[in-house]
């Protein structure tokens, strides 16, 4: 497409050139070589035509696209109605002033248009929300009723990269409890990348583990990846680049990051948490439950003993300590809701 407007813009420049040869033909016969100069002025319109034609129509006209492609339904229809409105209000000011003797009858009138027309249309789209508030509130319209969605919620899910190299992605949507569709863009693909070519191995394992299950995923998973190249400008880091996304899309987003989670819900994106998840599935305990635990190790505090459940709920164990490396009984005492999990304090059953 590039390439067909700068050869048009090439023909423009030598039809541009030509005519201006011929309309001032003898300023170029009184320099001591017109032919040559003739060509060069030719050559310099051709190249002026090349370089100049393309952001002259196609450059402009993409940014144009993209800008309207960023933009909501309700602000390209806030738009709509304000251009409209601009134009009437230019019309009844310009009837009058077009009456005025030339050249402000002629020119008046197409600068009020311009400067009507522009600016209802900023002034709808900044202000669109509190406009239809207020359209809303005086009866002009009631919002319709939100119909909920047989599967409920968003259909797609934006995919951050601690969510692959997790792993555990791969047995939810298995299990079919995660059916909406997977967004991954490229922009986590390409720090998943990095991450499986670090230097670390173990940070290196974890990425080639990501890798392979979305692999698998997107070859025999029941639900459906998308590879999109969306790359918002307006963001600089991975964090903030997925919750642009995941607002201009209208998707949620599956993270295990706790600082992503946070500052997606402050923008009202919902966020699917695996960690949450896990922690949501874990047994109930209560004081007074009994378990049956093997101290592991030895804990913080003088005489206690760690050991965990098989979901990773860690228990500490009074009067633990001396009993490591044994299997026993113990009952719950007491349970404590961490950031970072469930802890659970128990004490050795008493016989």
């Known amino acids: 497409?590039?390439?067909?407007?700068?050869?048009?813009?090439?023909?423009?420049g030598v039809m541009v050139g030509l005519s201006v040869v011929l309309a001032q033909g003898s300023q170029f016969e009184r320099t001591g070589a017109p032919g040559v100069l003739i060509v060069v002025w030719v050559v310099a319109w051709i190249f002026v035509g090349a370089l100049l034609l393309p952001y002259l129509t196609v450059v402009p006209a993409r940014r144009?696209?993209?800008?309207?492609?960023?933009?909501?339904?309700?602000?390209?229809?806030?738009?709509?109605?304000?251009?409209?409105?601009?134009?009437?209000?230019?019309?009844?000011?310009?009837?009058p002033l077009a009456a005025l003797p030339a050249p402000y009858g002629q020119d008046l009138p197409i600068a009020i248009s311009v400067f009507f027309g522009l600016g209802m249309v900023g002034l709808t789209v900044a202000k669109g929300e509190d406009l239809a508030a207020a359209a809303e509130a005086a009866g002009f319209f009631r919002k319709p009723e939100a119909v909920p969605s047989a599967r409920g919620g968003e259909t797609e899910v934006v995919v951050d990269t601690s969510a692959i190299i997790d792993g555990r992605i791969a047995d939810i949507v298995d299990s079919g409890f995660l059916y909406h569709r997977l967004i991954i863009p490229h922009f986590v693909l390409e720090e998943l990348q990095r991450i499986a070519?670090?230097?670390?191995?173990?940070?290196?394992?974890?990425?080639?583990?990501?890798?392979?299950?979305?692999?698998?995923?997107q070859k025999d998973g029941p639900t459906p990846i998308e590879i999109v190249?969306?790359?918002?400008?307006?963001?600089?880091?991975?964090?903030?680049?997925?919750?642009?996304?995941?607002?201009?899309?209208g998707a949620a987003i599956l993270t295990n990051d706790f600082n992503l989670n946070r500052v997606a819900d402050l923008q009202s994106i919902r966020v699917l948490n695996i960690n949450s998840l896990a922690?949501?599935?874990?047994?109930?305990?209560?004081?007074?439950?009994?378990?049956?635990?093997?101290?592991i190790t030895e804990g913080k505090e003088a005489g206690q003993g760690v050991g965990y459940l098989d979901d990773g709920t860690m228990i500490v164990?009074?009067?633990?300590?001396?009993?490591?490396?044994?299997?026993?009984?113990?009952?719950?005492?007491?349970?404590?809701?961490?950031?970072?999990?469930?802890?659970?304090?128990?004490?050795?059953?008493?016989?």
């Open 229 to 249: 190249d969306d790359d918002p400008a307006e963001a600089s880091d991975v964090d903030g680049k997925l919750v642009v996304l995941a607002r201009m899309r």
């Open 317 to 351: 164990v009074e009067g633990g300590a001396r009993l490591v490396g044994h299997e026993l009984d113990v009952v719950v005492t007491r349970v404590l809701q961490t950031v970072m999990g469930r802890m659970v304090f128990a004490q050795v059953h008493q016989e």
């Open 64 to 95: 144009l696209i993209r800008a309207v492609q960023e933009m909501s339904t309700a602000e390209f229809v806030a738009a709509v109605v304000g251009l409209l409105v601009g134009l009437l209000i230019a019309l009844l000011l310009g009837l």
């Open 279 to 295: 922690n949501a599935l874990k047994p109930m305990l209560l004081p007074g439950d009994s378990l049956k635990i093997k101290i």
């Open 1 to 12: 497409m590039i390439r067909f407007i700068r050869l048009l813009g090439a023909a423009l």
């Open 197 to 217: 070519d670090s230097s670390d191995t173990q940070r290196r394992g974890r990425g080639r583990r990501g890798l392979e299950i979305l692999a698998r995923l």
